[in-house]
């Protein structure tokens, strides 16, 4: 069993999209998953409740932003159940924030290519490393490309690379790319295997970011954790 939490301070990095497409590829790799949506804005919730009314079924369990007092119950519960867990968590720093680091395995802090959401990016790992203080423990992490071009890399977001190689913080080696099939997944409340083809451009490249994005997250795990 695995807790993988994703956060982020700065709104629209691409958290909930990375949380939305990791779950659908753990789903269709046959791993037994469930969410617990704990961003204010609910955006995972309301995927499963639009699915729900439209007859379609969840196909992993997503759990609603649960009390601060429930966070860590509602996670060991989950644990007991499913293979991995993932928290969509909220921006900003809270007691919901920290027992959820606290529970977690691996954090994943999405970023987009641009020198504010790096320098974000970075107050996230600080948050993370003086989480890791408090509990005596440390927390592995990873920083994951959000937005990522689908063509070549741009002169800011070489600069970036190289900065945060520069600093030694850990990158995912597979980034979420700019897709319409990821945004398709939230409007149509579906599964990427579900859009038509014919509707959603590029969607046999969204679903082959998504699974090298799910397998580098595993692979991520196993560097952590090799017993």
Known sequence: MSVISIGNPKGGAGKTTLALVLADQLHENGV???????????IIAKWAAKRTKAGKGVPYTVVP???????????????????????DLEGAASRMTSRALARSHMVLIPFNQSPVDAEL?????????EESEALGRRIPY???????SAAIATKTSKRIASAIEEAGLPTLSVGLVERAAYRDIYEFGA????????ETSGL?????????????????LRVEYKA
């Open 32 to 42: 037994k998953t469930a969410v617990i949506d704990a961003d204010p804005n609910a």
């Open 65 to 87: 932003r649960p009390t601060e007092g429930e966070m860590i119950q509602t996670i060991e519960r989950l644990s007991e159940t499913h293979s991995i867990v993932i928290i």
């Open 121 to 129: 990016a970075a107050t996230a790992v600080a948050l993370i490393e």
């Open 142 to 148: 990873r920083l994951v490309r959000s937005r990522d």
């Open 191 to 198: 599964l990427l295997r579900e859009l038509n083809p014919t």
């Open 204 to 220: 046999p490249r969204a679903q082959e970011n998504a699974q090298a994005l799910a397998e580098a997250v595993i692979e991520a």
